[in-house]
């Protein structure tokens, strides 16, 4: 995700400074006119704006306000855009650390997969105030196509984990249905046809069908490899249901829906698209 936004922002024009801990990921950045650092620090103590993604909230917390954290040398009045998926908590604890700095910290997570990064037709869910959000239009408009003001630092995730909630239900009751009518005699890209111009249509069976071949694009179309990992889907999953506990609401979906993925991790396909559990479901044809 993070590699196909900093290439759209090359391809914008901007000078880019980046950092990560794939040496291949380095590769193909620094092949798009990147300039690879060694450190956050090195990337970072060069920037006017700073977006990071990452996988997790001890991640993002290091990077900030670690050791060799970037608040260390981010010059007064630098932007800082985290677009990792974690919990409203800790970016609010960033931000106010950063405030104190008079830096700006906003919270943006994604919607649209690798595809829209790819395409830069992501959405960003932003958390941030106005005067900040007015100020990260310009950076966040050369990777995405829909900016949304969701509120307050914390509220872009609020928004990311419950629409990941919603999207790790939709893609299991796709693969559930699709693997039901295969078992049951009927040609898959059929099937798909008619959910797709039936009431069960969304996202996961139109654009992202879990069945393999049935969209050409779709991780599940080339062995659920480069797409967004189940382990990640996993930790969205155990947000949503800590914030629900937190919150003393019911996800009795989402409860049952992280314990497929939790399966499905523990069986080895963690590092396999989110789509891949359909694996639950059958052995799907290679």
């Not at 990337?43 to 993002?60: F, G, N, R, W």
């Amino acid at each position: 995700m993070g590699g196909a936004m900093a290439q759209n922002l090359l391809k914008s024009g901007h000078q880019v400074f980046g950092y990560d801990l794939s040496q291949t990921a380095l590769d193909h950045f620094a092949a798009a006119g990147g300039i690879v650092c060694d450190h956050p620090q090195d990337a970072a103590q060069h920037a006017e704006v700073v977006v990071t993604m990452l996988p997790a909230a001890k991640h993002v917390r290091d990077v900030y306000l670690g050791e060799h954290g970037i608040l260390q040398v981010l010059q007064s009045g630098s932007l800082c855009i985290d677009s990792s998926t974690i919990d409203p908590q800790t970016i609010q604890e960033i931000a106010a650390a950063a405030q104190a700095k008079q830096i700006r910290v906003c919270d943006a997570p994604v919607s649209g997969g690798t595809l829209g990064a790819k395409d830069g037709t992501l959405t960003f869910m932003i958390g941030a105030d106005e005067a900040t959000f007015e100020a990260v239009k310009l950076p966040l408009s050369c990777m995405g196509k829909n900016l949304v003001h969701c509120g307050a630092v914390g509220t872009g995730q609020v928004a990311k984990i419950c629409n990941n909630l919603i999207l790790g239900i939709s893609m299991t009751a796709v693969a559930e249905g699709m693997a039901l009518g295969a078992k049951l005699g009927m040609d898959p890209q059929a099937l798909a046809g008619v959910i797709n111009s039936s009431t069960g249509r969304c996202w996961s069976s139109e654009i992202y069908n879990p069945w393999p071949d049935v969209c050409a694009n779709a991780p599940s179309s080339r062995g659920y490899t480069d797409g967004f990992a189940a382990q990640l889907m996993l930790k969205d999953l155990g947000l949503a249901v800590d914030a629900a506990q937190q919150a003393a609401q019911p996800v009795v979906l989402g409860s049952m829906v992280q314990q497929l993925y939790q399966k499905l991790c523990q069986d080895g396909h963690a590092h396999l698209d989110f789509s891949s559990i359909m694996h639950q479901y059958t052995t799907p044809p290679t």
